[in-house]
C-alpha cells in the first residue's frame, strides 16, 4: 500500500536560515512519482516538483533542492536562505505508475518563516 | 499556462441540501479527480474518472456522490444530501495520463451549515 509519512508537523525558522522538511514514502511499485506541493494560507495547491522513481539525480531551482534516496525511500526538501514568504503548508505525495494515477498526500509540514 | 478551473470558489449550503460542484479541466486531459481536504487536513483523494466511467474510488466516496462528465468541458462532484461533515475545500485535478501535467484547480471551498 501506498503512504507518505511527513514527521514535521510544523516548523518554525528565522529568516535566512535553511530548512528542510522531511518525506519519507512506502510502495510496492518499482515506478513510481514523487511530488512536493505547497499550500499558502489561499489554499491553491502550488506544485513544486515531480519526480519519476528513476532519476534519483538531486534537483535544485532556485533557493528550493530536493534529495531524493531510494534506498532510504526519502525524498527530502531543502529551503535554502528562507523568506516569509516560503511560509505555508507543504506536503509531500506519491502517486504509483497504474492507470488511475490518484495522488498519495502526507500529512503536510506547517513551515513558519519568522522575520 | 492551461489551467483546471473551478467554480464556484466559495459555497455555503444548508445540511440536507444537494450541491453540484464544477469543474473545466484541460482540455486535452483524459484523466480526472476529486480531492477533499476537510480544514487543517491533509488532502484525500475521492475519485478517478477516465473513459467516462470512474476507475477508482475511495472510502470516502460513499453513495452520497457522484461524478459526471456531462459535455466534453464539465467535469462534476455532486452531493445529495450534504452532512455538517462534508464542509471543506474541493480540490479537482486532471492529467493526460502517466502522471504527465498533472494539475490542480484553485479548489472550492464548502460550507455546510
Known amino acids: 500500500a501506498q503512504k507518505v509519512t511527513q514527521a514535521q508537523t510544523e516548523i518554525s525558522v528565522v529568516e535566512k536560515e535553511d530548512v528542510t522538511l522531511d518525506c519519507v514514502y512506502e510502495t510496492r511499485d518499482t515506478t513510481y512519482y514523487l511530488f512536493w506541493y505547497k499550500q499558502p494560507p489561499s489554499g491553491e495547491l502550488v506544485f513544486l516538483i515531480r519526480r519519476n522513481s528513476f532519476d534519483e539525480q538531486n534537483e535544485i531551482s532556485g533557493r528550493y533542492s530536493w534529495n531524493f534516496q531510494k534506498s532510504t525511500s526519502s525524498f527530502n526538501f531543502t529551503i535554502t536562505a528562507s523568506q516569509v514568504v516560503d511560509s505555508a503548508v507543504y506536503f509531500c505525495?506519491?502517486?504509483?505508475?497504474?492507470?488511475?494515477?490518484?495522488?498519495?498526500f502526507g500529512k503536510g509540514t506547517r513551515l513558519h518563516i519568522l522575520p | 499556462e492551461p489551467e483546471v478551473t473551478q467554480t464556484p470558489s466559495h459555497q455555503v449550503t444548508q445540511m440536507g441540501q444537494e450541491v453540484i460542484l464544477r469543474c473545466v479541466p484541460i482540455s486535452n486531459h483524459l484523466y480526472f479527480y476529486w480531492y477533499r481536504q476537510i480544514l487543517g487536513q491533509k488532502v484525500e483523494f475521492l475519485v478517478s474518472?477516465?473513459?467516462?466511467?470512474?476507475?477508482?474510488k475511495s472510502e470516502i466516496f460513499d453513495d452520497q456522490f457522484s461524478v459526471e462528465r456531462p459535455d466534453g468541458s464539465n467535469f462534476t462532484l455532486k452531493i445529495r444530501s450534504t452532512k455538517l461533515e462534508d464542509s471543506a475545500m474541493y480540490f479537482c485535478?486532471?492529467?493526460?495520463?502517466?502522471?504527465?501535467?498533472?494539475?490542480f484547480g484553485s479548489g472550492t471551498r464548502l460550507t455546510v451549515v
Open positions: 485535478a486532471s492529467s493526460a495520463g502517466d502522471n504527465y501535467g498533472y494539475t
Open positions: 474518472f477516465y473513459n467516462n466511467e470512474i476507475s477508482e
Open positions: 505525495a506519491l502517486s504509483e505508475a497504474d492507470r488511475d494515477d490518484k495522488i498519495i
